[in-house]
């Protein structure tokens, strides 16, 4: 009897201990399986087509975002996954992407690369409850509204507003403006919201990026009324070119364009004849925060490249959404992470974001400069008047 019982005493401590440690394994188990679902959230932006290569900066910065979301523990144990679609800068391609990206879940589209792709893709991905998010996107079309739509870009108005001033400071009264009407949506709404603010004489000169283009007549249209300056609402590639005709045919005064053109690509194809052009944009060349410089320190290692205009602003996006998702119940829905979004105010390598009721944003504005083939600050201006 004695032994017996001392058997099943023994027993008793030993069933209880391997149950504990099973029950554990299978909540440890549990746990990891409920880690490893992802977020996923999409990038829709043009790699391939017009302009595209420049985009590559965008999922550069983008991925980057993701991976130092993911070093720091995800949103709240589940890993961050980025889905990255090439939209070719084609209408019918980028609601295709976007509907692909929506029918795998995503609560959330950065993109599009520019403001005319943006807004071909508004009423499908809004429409479908996600929300559309962007830092590549000026029209003032989609500002003011109450919607599903977020941007960490300033709009038109604003750029309008300041670059009316720059001309008036310089004493500058007849202009002529280069609008690439394949992204009309940003050219002719940025030249609408210049002249609001400027009396001076504007000479419009159009053409399709998409088409075959004769930059020598161009060019000449450009010099029509003897302008004092010319301000060119094109991408980088055209800008560059369009210098390159102005200053061979002899023109000597200044060249005014916009954040569409900070790009490298601007300095590597235009050259001497991009030297001293003036960039009105919401981006520094550079920053002095401890963000930014993990951020350069990343890109350098990861992609042997210097940040960019492009490659700050992707990574910017995704540790704004990742801040939001992370206070937001799992799985992040758009209307969750909207909400978030609005009581929020997020401080960033590139500064301090705050969103208005209607997703805006009103950030610095600053001159940028080309000067020894590189991107220089000349002054900043005001966010809310757009004045030195």
């Given at each position: ?247 061979q045919a002899g023109a000597t005064f200044p060249f005014y364009a916009t954040l569409w053109d900070q790009s490298p ?17 919401f981006i520094a060349p550079e920053y002095d925060n401890d963000q930014y410089h993990h951020f350069a320190r990343l890109l350098e290692r990861r992609y042997l490249r210097q940040p960019t205009a492009k490659s ?77």
């Amino acid at each position: 009897m004695y032994l017996y019982s001392t058997a099943r005493e023994r027993q008793h401590p030993v069933s209880a201990a391997l149950a504990a440690v099973l029950l554990a394994l299978a909540f440890l188990l549990a746990s990891c399986s409920r880690e490893k679902e992802p977020v996923r959230i999409g990038l829709a932006i043009n790699l391939s087509g017009d302009g595209g290569p420049a985009a590559e900066h965008i999922r550069d910065g983008a991925r980057l975002g993701v991976e130092t979301v993911n070093r720091h523990g995800g949103i709240n144990g589940h890993p961050l996954e980025l889905l990255v679609r090439d939209d070719r800068n084609d209408p019918d391609d980028i609601l295709a992407v976007d509907q692909d990206l929506i029918n795998r879940g995503v609560p959330v589209i950065m993109g599009h690369s520019i403001s005319q792709n943006t807004l071909v893709a508004y009423p499908l991905v809004t429409g479908q409850n996600v929300l559309l998010f962007t830092a590549y996107t000026a029209t003032s079309k989609l500002s003011n509204r109450d919607d599903l739509f977020f941007r960490t870009s300033v709009d038109t108005t604003i750029y309008g507003r300041a670059m009316a001033g720059l001309l008036h400071r310089a004493g500058i009264t007849r202009i002529s403006a280069l609008l690439d009407l394949d992204n009309a949506s940003f050219s002719e709404d940025y030249l609408r919201q210049i002249r609001k603010n400027y009396s001076g004489a504007v000479n419009r000169v159009t053409f399709h990026a998409r088409k075959e283009t004769d930059w020598n007549r161009i060019s000449a249209r450009l010099l029509k009324g003897d302008p004092q300056a010319v301000i060119m609402l094109a991408n980088y590639r055209q800008t560059a070119i369009i210098a390159q005709k102005l200053r061979q045919a002899g023109a000597t005064f200044p060249f005014y364009a916009t954040l569409w053109d900070q790009s490298p690509c601007l300095i590597h194809i235009g050259g001497r004849a991009v030297e001293g052009i003036r960039i009105l944009t919401f981006i520094a060349p550079e920053y002095d925060n401890d963000q930014y410089h993990h951020f350069a320190r990343l890109l350098e290692r990861r992609y042997l490249r210097q940040p960019t205009a492009k490659s700050m602003r992707g990574y910017e996006m995704v540790q704004i959404l990742a801040r939001a998702m992370r206070a937001v119940p799992y799985p992040p829905s758009a209307e969750a992470i909207k909400q978030q979004l609005l009581a929020t105010t997020f401080t960033t390598l590139l500064g301090r974001v705050r969103f208005n009721r209607y997703g805006d944003v009103r950030r610095p504005l600053y001159l940028v400069t080309v000067r020894n083939g590189r991107f220089v600050q000349e002054r900043v201006l005001d966010p809310a008047t757009a004045t030195p």
